[in-house]
Nanobody, 120 residues
Framework: VQLQASGGGTVQAGDSLRLSCAGSGRTFSRHYVAWFRQTPREEREFVMAVGPGGGSPYYKEALRDRFTISRDDSKSTVWLQMNSLKPEDTAVYFC??????????????WGQGTQVTVSS
């Protein structure tokens, strides 16, 4: 499975962004797909995940009111919709496929990351 993350950019606080994770490979639909984020000073942080075929997503609780995850396996794509962005959301966002749910060590496939910068 190969993953390509895109959609990052520089926005102002309160704006929205939608990140895309485009996958390739026949097994994409069998994997959990998650978004993690990382800043230079912090470890990689779980954001959100969705299981094979969709279903109830897994959230970082502090983000569930502003972020939404969705997937379309016919397009091998997972999206992260981020609303009401805050400066503390600034990070490099990575998508990953595997079975780790909350744990990055459980994901075997990673995209290259996309930078999100939120200015105040």
């Amino acid at each position: 499975v190969q993953l390509q993350a895109s959609g990052g950019g520089t926005v102002q606080a309160g704006d929205s962004l939608r990140l895309s994770c485009a996958g390739s490979g026949r097994t994409f639909s069998r994997h959990y797909v998650a978004w993690f984020r990382q800043t230079p000073r912090e470890e990689r942080e779980f954001v959100m995940a969705v299981g094979p075929g969709g279903g109830s997503p897994y959230y970082k609780e502090a983000l569930r009111d502003r972020f939404t995850i969705s997937r379309d396996d016919s397009k091998s794509t997972v999206w992260l919709q981020m609303n009401s962005l805050k400066p503390e959301d600034t990070a490099v966002y990575f998508c990953a496929a595997g079975a780790g749910i909350y744990n990055p060590l459980g994901y075997s496939y990673w995209g290259q990351g996309t930078q999100v910068t939120v200015s105040s």
